[in-house]
Nanobody, 115 residues
Framework: QVQLVESGGGLVQPGGSLRLSCAASGFTFSDYAMSWYRQAPEKERELVASIASDGSSTNYRDSVKGRFTISRDNAKNTVYLQMNSLKPEDTAVYFC????????WGQGTRVTVSS
């Protein structure tokens, strides 16, 4: 049974940091590229960051470059998103995706950036 379980969301003040985790099981994690997406209220889901299956390359949307870092530990079947200098516009539900020939999704973790 494939599972992706996100954790680490919460309420943080502007300028603060959070580290999201996505624990995977039920498939060969190291074969899959991994991505973080987010969806704010009444907005479409958008790609935040992605990382190759071996971690050799990463990509970020422009609005998070220099603030967010995606990483993975294939020994722990986990992908991370380190989020620094958070802004209110980063408020959203964050989802992880595993992609190879098909995609798998987690249930999401909510991040709220507010004073």
């Amino acid at each position: 049974q494939v599972q992706l379980v996100e954790s680490g969301g919460g309420l943080v003040q502007p300028g603060g940091s959070l580290r999201l985790s996505c624990a995977a099981s039920g498939f060969t994690f190291s074969d899959y590229a991994m991505s973080w997406y987010r969806q704010a209220p009444e907005k479409e889901r958008e790609l935040v960051a992605s990382i190759a299956s071996d971690g050799s390359s990463t990509n970020y949307r422009d609005s998070v470059k220099g603030r967010f870092t995606i990483s993975r530990d294939n020994a722990k079947n986990t992908v991370y998103l380190q989020m620094n200098s958070l802004k209110p516009e980063d408020t959203a539900v964050y989802f992880c995706e595993a992609l190879r020939l098909r995609s798998y999704w987690g249930q999401g973790t909510r991040v709220t950036v507010s004073s």
